[in-house]
């Protein structure tokens, strides 16, 4: 009889239901288990700053403690949220904000002005859109307590958008925001509908979040990470389970509620149990891609990042991470897949297969001369951990001397902020990914700058690509900004600040008492969901 690569995954989560399942899934505590949801994300949580970090799950548990001055809405327009009114001076260049009654931190003390402001200019200092900002900024100030002020130098049509841009600008207490941007916050309080429970955390092994029952929620429904964000739930509780079989063991038992990323090999057997559900919440996409060290050898040539950019058959390492062709689909255009601003600019390196003479004729046009490149490999998430090994096994056949560095996506998250060279424990290359959706932002993306060590983990370098990056807020029509996208796109794939290695949607698994979820990019908000009759 043959046995088929589901079967064996049906019988090891057979084998997985069988196990006993961790004590910690088990523990009880004083809120009831029917209105408590057990959560396993993408990846665990190690740093709690999303100041100080882009990792998609530090951003989740900064919309869960904190609160924002503006968010968007599911149709990706901005509202306000702890906005009350804002205005704008008859010369465009004095922008005043009134916060909304009921704002307090869950120290119990009041939200005022001069946290806005400190957090404003610490959030600025890091964030792509930001930046962009302060080019233009003469003065952020407090009128009042509940009022404050940002003048600029020139207009900025944009900057609503740029409050309300990701990773979001989160509102910190004004002696967390004085610390700077490098340095992580060591608090977890703040003002938004979750209080961090630190008793009931343990690193490496769970966080939880209470309902704050102080927070004043907007009146509008909930409308992606905009309106009103009302709890329905006494607790949330994030488990660190690596293991995939595991997770599904215990989502089956109802000892866990909900898998952010289940494996690809689990699918099918999340289809068949009835008391499961898949669901897409980001239904735009994500893109996943290799960022290169810019500032080391060998990709600080250009021709070595040009290298990588035509060794990738991006249908190869589709397959590889996500098997089914009904989740993935290649992308050429910088800006993405269906979105406004995809293109067709200079994607003649794209070949069905790669190419990889081409790549070991530009690797060695950059004077590669076999030092050792280190590839950063995540083991807790599947996908990347597959593309990762199919990238050494090309690059080692096109002569490169290439070394994985197997940790989980929390230890990939500290290395790769180091810029020195492989010998002092730097890096060469690792894949993540980003929405599909963030690339129609380019003036607010992290990902899209070539503004070097002021730019996102690889800091390329481009002054030319930059200039036209800063354009963009300045723009005024659709047509306008499809011209400027394909401008730099045609720049972009000349110098590879990154590399595209194709597009997929991910399903999560839920079971089918917890609903509600709001679907958005990127990030996932716990408000609204709802368990059972809760």
């Not at 702890?82 to 916060?99: A, C, P």
């Not at 001369?369 to 199919?390: F, M, R, Y």
Request: proline share 5%; aromatic share 8%; charged share 25%.
């Amino acid at each position: 009889m043959t046995i088929s690569r589901r079967d064996l995954i049906k019988a090891g989560v057979a084998a997985g239901t069988a196990l006993s399942i961790p004590s910690v899934l088990r523990a009880q505590t004083e809120a009831s288990a029917e209105r408590t949801v057990r959560m396993v994300m993408g990846s665990f949580l190690r740093a709690f700053d999303p100041i100080s970090t882009t990792d998609d799950t530090s951003q989740s548990h900064g919309l869960a403690i904190f609160d924002t001055l503006f968010a968007l809405d599911s149709k990706f327009m901005v509202q306000p949220q702890m906005v009350h009114k804002w205005g704008i001076s008859d010369d465009q260049k004095t922008y005043t904000f009134e916060l909304r009654d009921g704002l307090g931190w869950h120290d119990g003390t009041a939200v005022t002005a001069a946290d806005c402001v400190a957090s404003i200019r610490r959030w600025a200092g890091v964030q792509s859109g930001g930046q962009l900002m302060m080019k233009r900024v003469k003065d952020i100030s407090k009128k009042d307590d509940r009022t404050f002020i940002i003048a600029l130098k020139e207009p900025l049509g944009l900057l609503p958008e740029i409050l309300a841009s990701a990773p979001p600008l989160f509102m910190m207490r004004e002696k967390d925001a004085n610390r700077p941007a490098t340095e992580q916050v060591t608090t977890n309080v703040g003002s938004g509908p979750f209080k961090f429970n630190e008793a009931l955390s343990k690193p490496g092994a769970r966080i939880t979040y209470d309902r704050n029952e102080k927070y004043v929620a907007r009146r509008e429904s909930a409308d992606g990470f905009a309106g009103g964000k009302v709890v329905n739930v006494d607790r949330v509780v994030w488990e660190n389970i690596a293991d995939q079989q595991t997770a599904y063991a215990a989502l089956q038992a109802s000892e866990i509620d909900f898998i952010q990323s289940p494996s690809v090999d689990l699918i099918p057997v999340i289809e068949s149990n009835p008391d499961l559900q898949l669901e897409i919440l980001d239904k735009g996409g994500r893109i996943l891609l290799l960022r290169m060290n810019c500032l080391q050898k060998p990709f600080y040539n250009v021709k070595a990042r040009q290298a990588m950019l035509h060794l990738v058959d991006q249908e190869a390492f589709l397959q590889a991470a996500f098997g089914n062709p009904k989740y993935y689909r290649t992308v050429t255009s910088l800006f993405g897949n269906d979105t406004p601003y995809s293109n067709d600019e200079n994607t003649g390196w794209f070949k069905e297969g790669g190419d990889p003479e081409t790549a070991k004729i530009l690797l060695k046009e950059a004077g590669y001369a076999g030092e050792k490149i280190v590839l950063l490999q995540p083991t807790d998430w599947t996908e990347s951990s597959n593309a990762s090994q199919l990238l050494a096994a090309e690059l080692r056949k096109i002569g490169a001397n290439v070394e994985l560095a197997p940790s989980d996506w929390g230890g990939i998250v500290e290395r790769r902020a180091k810029t020195g060279p492989v010998e002092d424990g730097g890096w060469s290359l690792f894949i993540t990914d980003h929405s599909n959706y963030g690339t129609t932002q380019p003036h607010t993306n992290i990902d899209l700058t070539a503004n070097g060590k002021e730019g996102w983990y690889g800091w390329p370098t481009s002054n030319e690509y930059e200039a036209l990056r800063a354009k963009w807020v300045e723009v005024k029509t659709l047509e306008e900004r499809k011209a400027l996208a394909r401008e730099m796109q045609k720049l972009y794939w000349d110098f590879v600040g990154m590399v595209y290695l194709g597009a997929y949607v991910q399903p999560s698994a839920r079971r089918k008492a917890l609903t509600r979820l709001i679907g958005m990019p990127a990030y996932l908000p716990m408000w609204n969901m709802q368990k059972g009759s809760a």
